[in-house]
């Protein structure tokens, strides 16, 4: 009993900790001068109204009597599906990423039927095999749209339709959880949760493995739930079966999603003799998952077998990420990448990596090692908008709405974001703390998969994204701390208001000395100053030109945004250039001259005067060779599968090149 007891309460412990620590360091990262561009004042207001917003809608929801009616998930249906699709048919906005290039990928395959590309996208699939999986998901859907006869130009738009299905369903499963376990109030709750959330709006766009993993792990905690209540032995087989199943494809994607059945023997080894499960049971629905394991493998050999490659000697082994987790902020690094693939096997990679790992942590030692733990935290929990302000960048066209969503305006939003993430753990810690007074299995399975997921992310490279595949289970956690909460005088746990604001004061007081002498609660993060008015973002490859005199490379746009700064990703080597920004009757607005620059690959062009177009207008870039033997460096987007940017086009030599375009960005910067 001591053991149980030990096995129980540890994790949970180990979770309040993390909590805490993450509450702790939510003003820190609020009041950052690098995140958005209001002042601290304004910060403060945007939070103290979100705040009153939130209690004022959730105290009129709770008050109200839609939250015990069972037709409320029609309601929720119906705001959140209109929401999400003003969200895609609004902001337009355009894959980026990684996305990018499974969304390219993925369409080549459509129309020619081929194995993936290894050398596509700088050796892009050859390094990342673990994103084959997501790659058959996308891949099927677009056949599925295509062979309906809609054209390839709107699968990003049927692309953003697949993620609205798979975080409403994510949803959905968690709303019959909550309905069988507890009752159709919390269900309700769990919903309109999500209504408040941003996140099941800013995630839209952006369909990539994290949004396909919430719905997964949605999914299989929803059928071990159908699994435990099912009174007939042929469903729990089908059920069981099914699992697996669900479990080799969740793999595929994600590999966070094995996390439930790890959670799972804790919770059988802790509650196993108060549920009547016994090792017999346990073994044969395991042998029943381990079959649906192997089916999953079966068919996916069977349905993309001949489009998965044969001969891949360059994918980069486990030890990369571990090592991009080992220093700096333990986030993706261009310069790991560089250092794994400059070795030719996957073990000379992998020793590689090993070496370096142990070097990174020798150097950081164990301070440097606890602080770099805390940046990952921070960075993967308690980013409020998940990253949504840098994935919601590029689009055709440019609105009002895209600044106060990923441009220089989002302060406010932000905000909320944040506040919103930090109410989530607040009561994800109560739910902590009353689970350590009152046992709950579910409950408890939830807890440590949440757990797995903070500490699996200390080690593992760090992204804000990755907090997205367990946002089901956070605001399931956050419910039920809420009804804790709510219905204390049932629980044995309680705080006197004296001593909640004597703890709360010396905690905010030893934050405060412990970030001032070693700065562990807040975290660097971009400020965007930029108010675009068109961008092509990102390459496919790197265009190496040698030019004559007199030859010009240009790249065509269109928008109705003032704009007084442009940005082209062109490396200018060898000769003189001249560079010109032309109006649609060709009529030269500005021009400049530009010197060799063999360091800076990235050319700012400040204007001398603003252009305020009246309505949309096409304008034209154009690069003119003053020498001989002149060589430039050009990152473009040209596969011929996807028009990276369908407003403008890269013309050489008089020749419009269609579906390619530079990488530039046209904007106004500083426009108050």
Known sequence: ???????????????????????????FIVLNKEIGSISITMRVTALFLSFSLLIFVWIGFTKSKLIEKNYFVLIFLGIAVILQLIIVFYLKIQPTNDLLYLHDEAISIVKHKHEISLTNFRNYFAQYPNNYGYLAVIYTWYKIVTFLGIGTKYLVAAGNVLNILMINGGILLGYYVIRVLKTCRLANLFLFFFLLNPWTYLSVPYYYTHTASFFILMLVIACMLIIKKANSGWKKIIFCILEGFILYWGIKVRITNIFPII???????????KSNINLRKIIFSGALMLCGILAGGCFFQGAFGDIMPKNNKNSFPITHWLMMASHGDGRFNREDVWFTSSFKTKKEKQDANIKRIIKNYQKAGIRGTAKLVGIKLRSVWLIGDDDASKMLVSAPDYTRLHDFISGPDNGGLLMYCYLFRSLTLLFMLLNVLYLLKKPDSWNYLIALILLGAMVFHCVWEANPKYSICFMGLMAYSAIMGYDGWKNKKDNKLSFSKKSLIIYLVCAVCVAVMLNIRYDIFSIRSHKNNKYYAAAQMKGSHTREITAQRGDILSQTFQTSRDFNTIDLNILFSKG???????????????????????????????????????????YCISVICLSNGSQL?????QTGNYDAYPKGNMIWREREFKNTDIIFGVYQRNRR
Request: charged residues 20%; aromatic residues 16%.
């Open 263 to 273: 959670a799972l023997i804790f919770v059988f080894f802790v509650f196993g003799d």
């Open 1 to 27: 009993m001591k053991l149980k007891k030990l096995v129980y309460s540890v994790p949970l412990i180990w979770l309040s900790i993390f909590l805490v620590y993450l509450l702790l360091s939510f003003p």
């Open 633 to 637: 460096r050009v990152p473009v987007y």
């Open 576 to 618: 003189k250039f001249q560079i010109r920004l032309l109006d649609e009757r060709g009529q030269i607005l500005q021009k400049k001259e530009i010197y060799p620059n063999t360091d800076e690959s990235h050319f700012t062009w400040k204007l001398l005067k603003g252009v305020m177009p009246k309505g949309q207008k096409g």
